[in-house]
């Protein structure tokens, strides 16, 4: 009896790899399902927010939305009314005194983002939200140079006054 040394070389070689393509897969379907499961809770409260905008405030097409966390949290949703519109609506976790606004009274994140970059041109901007601050319409701007260091801007919605600035935290 002769035992051919390369096929039971060859066999082993498979299970083995057949073993990893299995466990990268599992791996990879796990990882998919928890990215699905932690991004639930934003496309729920976009879902809902955008309902509300819809029915507070004719919203027709939606642009952006932003998820606003200061002393209290706010869902805004940017886009166009059935008038063609541009429009903002600030909606309190709550649900209480959904806010309404003309994008054209106040900065778009763009300009918000310009402003944070001409105070410090040296900063990449991470992220921008919409939100109510104190009682007023705010931009509140993350930004970080080139250390890793973080910048943290809250700008005035109408005017874009700065209204409060944390440096490399």
Do not use: C, H
């Amino acid at each position: 009896m002769i035992l051919d040394t390369n096929s039971a070389k060859q066999k082993k070689l498979n299970r083995w790899l057949l073993g990893i393509v299995t466990f990268l897969l599992i791996i990879l379907v796990a990882g998919t399902m928890i990215f699905i499961r932690s991004n639930r809770p934003m496309q729920q409260a976009k879902r809902e927010a955008v309902q509300m905008a819809e029915k507070y405030a004719d919203l027709e097409t939606v642009d952006q939305f932003y998820w606003f966390n200061r002393e209290q949290t706010y869902f805004t949703v940017v886009g166009k009314n059935k008038s063609q519109e541009e429009i903002i609506v600030i909606i309190p976790k709550s649900g209480d005194k959904v806010r309404v606004l003309a994008q054209k009274d106040g900065l778009t994140e763009v300009q918000a983002e310009e402003t944070v970059k001409t105070n410090d041109p040296d900063v990449t901007i991470e992220k921008a939200n919409l939100g109510i601050y104190r009682d007023q319409t705010a931009w509140e701007i993350t930004a970080k140079d080139d250390q890793g260091a973080i910048y943290y801007y809250l700008l005035n919605f109408n005017d874009g006054k700065i209204i409060k600035v944390i440096k490399k935290i």
